[in-house]
């Protein structure tokens, strides 16, 4: 049976406390999505000739000292305080990955690192050591920024890319901390690109790229980089029958990063459009299925019925969960958009004014 995991990894401590706790396959964003991860598509592979490989090696090794100074380790303390009967409070760490977003000492990592955080310590690949504050998180986006106070020659931000453009086939790396083994690469393809994972709170996280560069757990956090060096997405889960990377990965597109980390470094709350409907792919590509409309959700508002199959989102074919995931997720809360939908076999359009998705 397939799971999907997120990538942090805990260590026991003082007291039993599990962490690094595993996802669900359902998944649901401004709307609700019942709607799995499809299988990564079939790739051939050519092996390279020596000389070609020569040039390959070359080029990953540069990339690796160019980009890893960038690259921290993050180990996180957490305290439970043993509410059940002859359960004894204690302390915990977890371990995860992140990177340096810019030259004032903010550090881009999951939310799920750093949840439940009582201290955070920041190691970078020169073996030095900083404490780390929690500049803010994003649950429905699995994102988080942390802050250290260390001089600007420390800090080696990453060059940030765009998750636009990335395309199946594309070569990708991973840099971060599997099991705990600091400034780890590892190199594959995107598989994938526009898959839907879930966030730590159930909601959707769009246009995930799915790859097949083996990540484990303490990669969570880490970079997913192109091979000239820019920053593509954020490593965040795996999916597979073991729980380790005999599966493929999943990293939070960069776009999406970006908005998020900008949005809590200028101290910003970040929201997210929301309908409040529960889908799933209908039959034959035919749209996005509804199973259930919360109530009192825009989408109950708007009239919208167990049952609908909704064909496009404003002027945008919708053919799978997905699509109307994705396009659910590119508006703001309080946005208009015109839902084509087809009930009891005929068409109409229905108008919907977006709300903010609850926490």
């Avoid at 690192?113 to 429905?140: C, M, N, Q, W, Y």
């Avoid at 708007?302 to 919708?318: E, M, N, Q, R, Y």
């Avoid at 309080?334 to 977006?354: A, H, Q």
Wanted: aromatic residues 4%; negative net charge; without cysteine.
């Amino acid at each position: 049976m397939n799971q999907k995991t997120f990538l942090r990894r805990g260590a026991p401590v003082a007291a039993a406390l599990a962490l690094g706790v595993g996802a669900g396959a359902g998944v649901y964003a401004g709307l609700w999505s019942d709607s799995d991860t499809t299988a990564a598509p079939t790739v051939t592979v050519t092996r390279a000739q020596p000389a070609a490989a020569t040039t390959t090696i070359s080029s990953l090794t540069q990339l690796y000292k160019d980009v890893t100074p960038g690259v921290v380790d993050i180990t996180v303390s957490s305290s439970s305080s043993g509410n059940g009967p002859g359960q004894q409070g204690g302390t915990s760490q977890a371990e995860g990955s992140g990177f340096v977003y810019d030259t004032a000492g903010d550090i881009v990592t999951n939310e799920h690192v750093i949840d439940g955080e009582t201290s955070i310590t920041v190691r970078f690949p020169d073996g030095k050591t900083a404490k780390a504050t929690l500049v803010g998180s994003d649950p429905s986006t699995d994102i988080a920024v942390i802050k250290v106070d260390v001089p600007a020659s420390q800090l080696h931000p990453l060059s940030l890319g765009t998750s636009k453009t990335v395309l199946p086939g594309q070569d990708v790396v991973a840099i971060g901390s599997p099991f705990g083994l600091a400034d780890s690469m590892t190199a594959g393809i995107v598989s994938a690109i526009g898959r839907t994972i879930q966030a730590p709170n159930g909601y959707s996280i769009a246009n995930s790229i799915q790859t097949d560069a083996p990540i484990n757990h303490g990669n969570s956090g880490g970079p997913l980089l192109t091979t000239a060096g820019d920053v593509i997405g954020v490593n965040a889960q795996i999916e597979s029958g073991g729980g380790g990377s005999d599966g493929v990965g999943f990293a939070i597109p960069i776009d999406a990063v970006k908005s998020v980390a900008n949005t809590l470094i200028a101290g910003g709350k970040v929201e997210h459009a929301y309908i409040g409907i529960r889908v799933g792919d209908a039959p034959n590509g035919a749209g996005a299925e509804i199973s259930s409309v919360s109530s009192g959700t825009p989408g109950e508002k708007a009239g919208l019925k167990a049952g609908d199959v909704i064909t496009a989102i404003d002027s945008t074919p919708v053919t799978k969960a997905d699509d109307l995931t994705a396009g659910i997720t590119a508006h703001a809360p309080n946005d208009k958009v015109t839902l084509t939908v087809t009930r009891n076999g005929k068409s109409m359009k229905i108008d919907v004014t977006l709300g903010v998705r609850p926490s």
